[in-house]
């Protein structure tokens, strides 16, 4: 990655989506839309929730039957029961929460409900993250080569919640085209000491930046265009294990392990594991 100090977030303001659709020729149309165009070099970011909705996995929660484990992590999480039963359903593994959230984990990431939300999509339904964002990324990535010659990455984001801060950032749940993680270890800071532990999430970083220009309320801001970012693009597969570490190497997980052995105890009443 080249240093770059004139990194360039362009938005791309869209009409509401209430159904499936195909989602290369929505991007392509509303980038035209927006005056604008693909370069070679660029990285689409595209709100989770959008990608979503142009897969049709928006949910009307009446038509969900909750099962007997759903009526248990309802009652502890203090949540309707077709949510919970729908956060079983997608989710990896559920760990605890908070009265309104179940901590999950969902694709090696720690996520409140499973990626599940009922904000920004129609009353009485909500809306799950999309399949397979890795893969459906660069499905998306090798059609804008085809149809329009462009070079582009792709990332898919959503917004999260760190431990201690309050407010939402942005985090990459799929990436296409690029390295997600850059690896700084061997190099030396400012005083010549060697790096040993530093990882730079690229992915995250530029999820991040377009979350400030997406906005959480009604933006219709859902595609970003992220220009001479100085990231070199590929044509390799990427996969969400190049982003994530194991529940052992999590510097949060291990934490609150050592401090409650049981965080993992698998007899717990209040792990749920697929």
């Not at 009526?71 to 359903?89: G, T």
């Not at 990427?238 to 392990?257: P, W």
Request: hydrophobic share 40%.
């Amino acid at each position: 990655m080249a240093k770059n100090t004139s990194v360039k977030y362009i938005p791309i303001h869209v009409s509401i989506k209430k159904k499936r659709f195909d989602l290369f020729k929505t991007i392509m149309e509303e980038v035209e839309k927006n005056g604008e165009r693909l370069e070679d070099g660029d990285i689409i970011v595209i709100s989770s929730k959008f990608m979503a909705m142009s897969e049709g996995r928006l949910v009307r929660l009446s038509d969900v039957i909750p099962s007997p484990e759903a009526e248990d992590l309802a009652l502890k999480a203090h949540i309707p029961s077709d949510l919970a039963e729908l956060i079983l359903r997608e989710a990896d593994l559920v760990l605890a929460g908070m009265p309104g959230f179940a901590l999950a984990i969902k694709d090696g990431v720690f996520t409140p409900n499973a990626g599940i939300d009922r904000s920004n999509v129609q009353e009485g339904f909500a809306i799950l993250y999309p399949r397979s964002p890795f893969g459906k990324a660069e499905m998306l990535r090798r059609r804008i080569l085809l149809e329009s010659g462009k070079k582009v990455g792709i990332v898919i984001t959503d917004s999260r919640l760190l431990p201690l801060r309050s407010g939402t950032t942005g985090i990459a749940i799929g990436v296409a085209g690029f390295d997600p993680v850059k690896d700084e270890r061997g190099k030396k800071d400012l005083f010549k000491k060697v790096l040993r532990v530093t990882l730079r999430n690229l992915a995250d970083d530029i999820s991040t930046g377009a979350q400030l220009i997406m906005g959480e309320a009604d933006e219709r801001t859902p595609i970003v265009i992220v220009r001479d970012s100085g990231i070199r693009l590929h044509d390799k597969p990427v996969d969400h294990e190049q982003m994530t570490v194991d529940y052992d190497e999590c510097l949060y997980v291990r934490g609150l392990a050592y401090k409650n052995r049981s965080i993992f105890d698998r007899e717990s009443s209040w792990l749920f594991n697929k």
